[in-house]
């Protein structure tokens, strides 16, 4: 069964740094991961989607990462702003748990400070 | 392009009862998934519908049914409803949900509190 850890559950830092999140998975069997980001009481915003033969993937200030072999995937967020402020979470898309189903991370709670 | 819509918003059931939400794919989506997520247990799959057939479905009681229509519209109906069905109800539209490229788009989702 595909398992999907985000470590650290909650990170705070100060406007301006860069930042790593963290994910890793159980099982390499995946068609791609997916990263997500989440404001309070909201639904899930897309980021970032890496295939399986991919190594990574940017989108402006972000940057994913996948190494499929070791399980695991990154998200460098740099030169963070209060507006970064959410929940990330990635999520993997199984080759044998049908197509459509994904696997969720419990998430990273990201706060940026002034 | 429309997002994804759910509707309502926000629902407060007693328990016993049973609920309908109701979720609108982006135009030209035909799969639509959805999703319960908890603080405790995180965001767990439920069900995927693609052309008015359900494909696939996560381990959840058969309290938890859903339907899609042939506009792909999609609703889920929990029945007798219990207080650890308080969650937020996410619904995700796709277009080609074969592909290995495919991207899930997600609603706001339906905030459900059972009483």
């Known amino acids: 069964k595909q398992e999907v850890t985000q470590i650290p559950a909650a990170l705070s830092v100060p406007e301006g740094e860069n930042l790593v999140l963290n994910c890793s998975f159980t099982?390499?069997?995946?068609?791609?991961l997916q990263w997500f980001r989440q404001d309070p009481g909201k639904g899930l915003t897309s980021l970032l989607l890496i295939q399986s033969s991919q190594r990574e993937q940017t989108s402006g200030r972000l940057n994913a990462s996948l190494d499929k072999s070791s399980g695991r995937s990154t998200l460098y967020i740099a030169a963070s702003q209060p507006g970064d402020s959410a929940t990330y979470l990635c999520a993997v898309r199984p080759r044998n748990q049908g197509a459509q189903k994904l696997v969720f991370g419990q998430g990273t709670r990201l706060t940026i400070n002034p | 392009k429309a997002g994804v819509t759910q509707t309502p918003r926000y629902l407060i059931k007693t328990r016993g009862q049973q609920v309908t939400l109701s979720c609108s794919p982006i135009?030209?989506?035909?799969?639509v998934s959805w999703y319960q997520q908890t603080p405790g247990q995180g965001l767990q799959f439920l069900f995927e519908?693609?052309?008015?057939?359900?494909?696939n479905k996560g381990n959840f009681p058969g309290r938890f049914s859903g339907r899609q229509f042939s506009n792909s519209r999609s609703e889920m109906n929990v029945s007798t409803l219990e207080l650890g069905d308080s969650a937020l109800y996410l619904c995700?539209?796709?277009?080609?949900?074969?592909?290995?490229?495919?991207?899930?788009?997600f609603g706001p989702g339906t905030r459900l509190t059972v009483l």
């Open positions: 995700a539209s796709s277009s080609s949900p074969g592909q290995i490229t495919d991207t899930q788009y």
């Open positions: 135009s030209g989506h035909r799969s």
């Open positions: 519908y693609f052309s008015e057939t359900q494909r």
């Open positions: 099982d390499s069997a995946i068609y791609n």
